[in-house]
């Protein structure tokens, strides 16, 4: 009984044994059919992709040049054109100075003479009248005398877009502006004053010359190119003040 119990488990063990050996030829031949055919499917695939990296190569370094001359094409060159001027400092603009006109012909009314008290230490400059350009510059000089214009007391200086004056309270006055509004300042306030600073103003002169500009004048520089024609002095004189006897025949009335 012990016997037959053996060969049979001998049997099984052997059957065993070729169920396993069967599994493993199995396997063994499903790996040599996938290396047969998959693993030169593959080395194919691999040959075919390195040959397609080949051919795009050129196309690639032809895109790359390509992208090259657009930074330096002309229009890359027109923007770096634009930021270099842009980067310059723009020139400031010419400022257009005064200059005396083709026509100096001009009317001047203006008095020759002042007479005043032997004793006046101020007197007013009578009212003058100038005609003919469209702006005028007056150059005022005076000796021993200061000149007061417009504000009588204050000092008028001013360089607006139609009006420029110069050392007024000074002996040296300078006058621009269109010729109208010239003749209302210089006979603002009953007149230009002058005073003599605690002399008599009797014997002084007072010089004004008229110059015609372009355009408005903004400085004195052109007080020279004044024409002789167009130069006017004024003289301040005394009054003749005297005192006359005179004897004559009283009749007494009782």
């Known amino acids: 009984m012990l016997r037959l119990t053996q060969v049979r488990d001998l049997s099984q063990a052997n059957n065993s044994y070729k169920r396993k050996l069967a599994i493993r030829i199995i396997i063994l031949s499903l790996s040599a059919l996938f290396i047969a055919q998959v693993v030169p499917t ?14 795009l190569a050129p196309a690639g370094e032809t895109s790359t040049a390509a992208a090259i001359d657009a930074t330096e094409s002309p229009a890359a060159q027109g923007s770096d054109t634009v930021t270099s001027m842009a980067a310059s400092p723009s020139p400031s603009p010419e400022v257009y100075q005064a200059r005396p006109s083709q026509s100096q012909g001009m009317v001047i009314q203006i008095p020759t003479e002042i007479s005043v008290d032997p004793r006046a230490q101020i007197v007013r400059i009578p009212k003058i009248l100038v005609s003919g350009p469209e702006y ?24 607006a877009t139609n009006l420029y004056i110069q050392g007024d309270l000074s002996s040296t006055v300078t006058i621009a502006a269109p010729t109208l509004l010239f003749n209302t300042v210089f006979n603002a306030s009953g007149g230009a004053k002058v005073s003599a600073l605690g002399r008599t103003v009797t014997g002084q002169q007072i010089q004004i010359g008229f110059l015609a500009t372009d355009i408005q004048a903004n400085d004195s520089t052109l007080c020279p190119k004044i024409l002789p024609e167009n130069r006017r002095v004024i003289y301040i004189k005394a009054l003749g003040v005297g005192l006359g006897l005179k004897k004559g025949e009283v009749t007494l009335k009782r």
């Open 42 to 55: 593959l080395a194919e695939e691999q040959n075919q992709a390195a040959e397609l990296s080949k051919e």
């Open 136 to 159: 005028v510059l007056a150059c005022i000089n005076t000796v021993n005398t200061v000149v007061d214009i417009l504000t009588i007391g204050l000092p008028d200086n001013a360089n």
